[in-house]
C-alpha cells in the first residue's frame, strides 16, 4: 500500500488506531499534525495521501465492527476544529445525513465516543 510492504502498513494502522482508541476514551480530539506525531511506523505529513487513506481505512473498519467512524476525533488545529472533507465524503459513502456537517459531526462523534468504554 502507497509502497509499504504489507506488514509495515497493517503495524502502522494499528499504531494510529490504538492512538486513537486511547483518545476517545479520554472523550478528545487530536489534530491530524498531533496524530502523524504519534505514528512511528510510518512517517506521515498531515496532507499526505497515504495518512488520509489509513484514516479511511480505520474509519471503514470501525464502522463495520459497529464502533462508527474513529477518524470523527482527527480534526484541523485551527479554525474550524472539524475533520477535513474526506472524512464527509466517507461517511456520505457510509450512509451517514452529512446535510448539516456540524452535526454530523458531532452525532458520530458521541457514536465513536460512547461505543469506546
Not at 510510518?42 to 465492527?65: G, V
Not at 484541523?76 to 456540524?102: N, Q
Amino acid at each position: 500500500m502507497f509502497g509499504y510492504p504489507d506488514a509495515q502498513w497493517n503495524a502502522a494502522k494499528e499504531e494510529m488506531r490504538q492512538v486513537l482508541i486511547a483518545r476517545a476514551r479520554d472523550k478528545g480530539k487530536i489534530s491530524y499534525t498531533e496524530l502523524t506525531g504519534m505514528v512511528h511506523i510510518i512517517h506521515f505529513s498531515p496532507d499526505a495521501a497515504a495518512f488520509h487513506h489509513m484514516l479511511d481505512e480505520i474509519s471503514r473498519e470501525e464502522n463495520e465492527a459497529g464502533r462508527g467512524m474513529l477518524s470523527v476525533l482527527v480534526v484541523h488545529k485551527a479554525g474550524d476544529m472539524m475533520p477535513g472533507p474526506g472524512f464527509f465524503k466517507l461517511a456520505k459513502k457510509l450512509e451517514r445525513d452529512t446535510s448539516d456537517r456540524e452535526k454530523c459531526w458531532v452525532d458520530e462523534f458521541n457514536k465513536v465516543i460512547n461505543s469506546s468504554r
